[in-house]
């Protein structure tokens, strides 16, 4: 069974739909490989890494779109490579269909199965072939890199010789996978980071990436099923658009990530914010080519404002990283639908069904939607309640048994005192709860103490030692043999080697802030 791998021809694109390691693995998978001469090069992939690879090298595009059962690009094809593409043939690309009406009727018409990579559906079974969230952590990295080249100055704060310098606040709306890559490069760069998004569940995401969570004092959640956002109420949005406008006299770097697959990306960023922005300011729009977040973006330009704010509507796409993961995503994607001696289209599968756009001369666009439980959140909930409970039966459970434990161990030291003190001494009484004592009360200094505050705990055990140096001395006999005498001297240096050695400790500690 022969794939396909044509040159891109969009002047932009630099990505390939496959590399030489992924060629490796179609090879595996049971495919024959056919690469366009120089397909690889904007990438950084030679004609001879492929034939390494073991792919075949063709000479001109038509050789590939003519004799291909499988296509694999990253663009869709414009008309003329349609038109070129045999009836029954597989092709597996990103295809935009809501915005590419014409395309899927092309395709339809040419008996073609066209599989859009863009619109996979976001279910566990899927997560390894999801080239958006591929693409997104890649585009929220390099989001911050070129904002940072283009912002001209530190993300992190200095003191210097020459002054002091602030860290940029950078501002990230939209916490999915490009945007919890913005945050993470941003934070490591050392700049003030904070996030906005609608889903309320992805707050502790958020935080524990080291970036602020803003919110809206407004009860509503924007999550749904799908994992993307639902579009909230008027009243919702105008808080929303508030919290921008205060947001704008602050921040530096704003980088929106806003998109929803297979519709017009939501207008978020405002003329008016723009205008509040600080001159030397920089927006990047990762929701450029769907239409953009920034009502200002013009796609595929960077430009700067009368106000001296820099929008960008492109970024480096990294094509070399890209193209790996692309790659990698589409072998995915070949292994699960069956490789080449098993290769089907099985329409009752929900990730072919819903990605699918066109197949045995029909467009399958919109699909219909993946049926979602109602009762989902009801038995999420009565779950962790379920949970909850069982918790806290074990915790009794424990605490009882501890308890009982403990009671018992009380008895039977009790009526061990209780025989010790019928027929010991009454010397060897005082000296024994002196040492009893001693025990308990250095324990539960010690045991309870936490480990954050183990500098004013050497304080304290150093006071202990020297406590234990004046019982020591005051326990010592005349006479050297005696064994009150040993355990004195045995107390009195070991207390006073932990006075020393806390001193010691406590010094280099000290020198530590010094500069």
Known sequence: ???????????????????????????????????????GNKS????????????????????????????????????????QIQPGTVLICYLRPAHNTELLE????????????????????????????SMANISGYRAVIESAFHFGRFLNGQITAAGKVDPAKVLVIGAGVAGLAAIGAANSLGAIVRAFDTRKEVGEQINSMGAQFLTIDINEDGATATGYSKEMSEEFIKAEMQLFLEQAKEVDIVITTAQIPGKKAPLLWLDYHVAAMK?????????????????????????????????LGKINQLPKQASQLYGTNLCNLLDDLGKAAEFRIDMSDPIVSQAMVTHQGKINWPPIPLAVATNTDSKKKETQANKQETQAEKEERLASKKLKSTLVSLLVLGLLLLII???????????????????????????????????????????????????????????????LTILSFTAVLVASINIVGGFV?????????KK
Not at 11 to 22: F, G, I, N, S
Not at 52 to 71: F, K, R, Y
């Open 505 to 513: 400790v406590s010094h280099r500690m000290l020198k530590m802030f």
């Open 279 to 311: 001159p030397g300011s920089v927006i990047v729009d990762l929701a450029a080519e769907s239409g953009g977040n920034c009502q200002l973006t013009q796609s595929g330009e960077v430009f700067t404002t009368e106000n001296g704010v820099t929008i």
């Open 106 to 133: 092309s395709l339809k018409n040419q008996g073609i199965s066209s599989f859009a990579v863009d619109i996979i559906p976001r279910i566990t079974r899927a997560q390894k072939m999801d080239v958006l969230s």
């Open 421 to 483: 003190g019928q027929t010991a001494p009454v010397a060897f009484i005082q000296h024994f709860t002196v040492f009893v004592l001693a025990i308990f009360v250095g324990w539960q200094v010690i045991h309870n103490v936490s480990h954050a505050l183990h500098t004013p705990l050497m304080a304290v055990t150093n006071a202990i030692s020297g406590i234990i140096v004046i019982g020591g001395l005051l326990q010592t006999k005349n006479e050297i043999d005696h064994i």
């Open 44 to 83: 950084g992939f030679t004609n001879e890494e492929y034939i390494t690879a073991g792919a075949h090298i063709v000479d001109t595009p038509n050789e590939i779109l003519q004799h291909s059962a499988i296509i694999l690009k990253v663009k869709e094809p414009i008309l003329d490579e349609v038109a």
């Open 1 to 39: 069974m022969k794939i396909g791998i044509p040159a891109e021809i969009f002047q932009d694109e630099k990505r390939v739909a496959a590399t030489p390691k992924t060629v490796e693995r179609l090879i595996k998978q049971g495919f024959e490989v056919f690469v366009e001469h120089n397909a």
